[in-house]
């Protein structure tokens, strides 16, 4: 598919942290899109280089699931000195943006046919780091609309209590779809911290399971996405099985 130049109206901005925002972008024109779970929009900004202003084009992944396709969302981290995220975080509700889409090879598998011809229901295994979320919420929330039979797993790093987010979202998600299980890791928590500490790939190492038998897909930074494949060939899962997108 060709990419697409929208036009999008602002119309809810949600602080879900000191530096994340999540930013609603209601289509103007074209009314809709058509986008995979798992894509990402390209906004257009202006950077300095060399001393003089150069328009670039950065990506930012679509939180929303494909279903609501008249309004699409983003989960963004303001980086101090990065023009995109400056750009977006300086919105107002009625600001408008222009954006190309869809891009991305980044797509989850709703199901994978076996020799027989019925769909077979591999379980999925999600890993996250920051706003690396935000794929990889588009893909969970795409299935559950699929009504998938796959057990999701999510796996997400994030480093400070301050920093979360979302988890009241999962836990509605994991009642409608009991086979979704959720686990959210702080690599600095303070004292009180009730639930894991650690790394994601401090989990990931020291679980016995073998992963054979499911799909993974992660999204992060380089690093953590270099270390978790490594685990996961290491238990034995086959490198086909493996999807990953990187985030700086």
Not at 22 to 39: D, M, N, T
Not at 40 to 63: C, F, H, K, W
Not at 122 to 138: D, E, H, M, Q, Y
Not at 231 to 248: D, M, P, S, T, W
């Amino acid at each position: 598919m060709e990419p697409m130049s929208c036009l999008s109206k602002v119309i809810a901005i949600k602080e879900l942290t000191h530096d994340v925002k999540e930013i609603a972008l209601e289509l103007v024109h074209p009314p809709k899109v058509v986008f995979k779970a798992g894509q990402y929009i390209a906004i257009e900004v202006t950077e300095m280089r060399d001393g003089l202003p150069r328009q670039n084009n950065r990506p930012y992944s679509i939180v929303s699931p494909p279903e609501e396709d008249r309004v699409i969302k983003l989960c963004v981290n303001l980086v101090q000195g990065g023009p995109g995220p400056s750009h977006l975080h300086a919105l107002d509700v009625g600001s408008e943006l222009r954006f190309l889409h869809p891009f991305g090879y980044f797509t989850v598998n709703t199901g994978l046919p076996s020799c027989s011809g019925v769909e077979t229901v591999l379980p999925l295994l999600f890993v996250a780091t920051g706003t690396g979320i935000a794929p990889i919420r588009s893909m969970i929330e795409h299935l559950i609309h699929q009504k998938t039979e796959r057990p999701m797993r999510l796996v997400w790093g994030l480093r400070h209590g301050r920093d979360l987010y979302y988890q009241d979202d999962f836990v509605t998600l994991s009642r409608i779809y009991p086979l979704l299980k959720t686990t959210t890791t702080l690599s600095q928590p303070s004292s009180d911290w009730p639930g894991a500490v650690g790394r994601v790939t401090t989990l990931l190492s020291r679980e016995e399971t073998q992963p054979e038998n499911l799909e993974a897909y992660l999204c992060g930074n380089m690093d953590m996405i270099r270390e978790v494949r490594a685990i996961l060939l290491e238990k034995g899962l086959n490198k086909q099985a493996i999807h990953f997108e990187k985030f700086y």
